[in-house]
Nanobody, 127 residues
């Protein structure tokens, strides 16, 4: 079992930047594909970005392409989400998730495809 802890959320003005971190412990981090999800009040949890075990494969939802970057440092057991040009629509609780993968290039984009979740970190963008 892997434990995930998010950090880096906060209040930022529109146009600003934040970097979220997801620290993993308990198992070999490099065996897990990872993802960032977000959930706004009254809305379903949605994929933001996903990354394969090695980091070679990445996915972004259309609304964040060109603004957000997902990356990971397997030596530090940590995944990141660099968020630039933040908009009020990005306001949500952000969650990291992990799934054990046998293929190094695979990533997942549906919540049901992930077995492990962090507790979330709040991102609030003021306009």
């Amino acid at each position: 079992q892997v434990q995930l802890v998010e950090s880096g959320g906060g209040l930022v003005q529109a146009g600003g930047s934040l970097r979220l971190s997801c620290a993993a412990s308990g198992r070999t981090f490099s065996n897990y594909a990872m993802g960032w999800f977000r959930q706004a009040p009254g809305k379903e949890r949605e994929i933001v970005a996903a990354i394969s075990r090695t980091g070679a494969g990445t996915y972004y939802t259309n609304s964040v392409k060109g603004r957000f970057t997902i990356f990971r440092d397997n030596a530090k057991n940590t995944m990141y989400l660099q968020m630039n040009s933040l908009q009020s629509e990005d306001t949500a609780a952000y969650y990291c998730a992990a799934n054990l993968e046998s293929l190094s290039s695979t990533y997942r984009i549906l919540p049901v495809q992930y077995n492990y979740w962090g507790q979330g970190t709040q991102v609030t963008v003021s306009s």
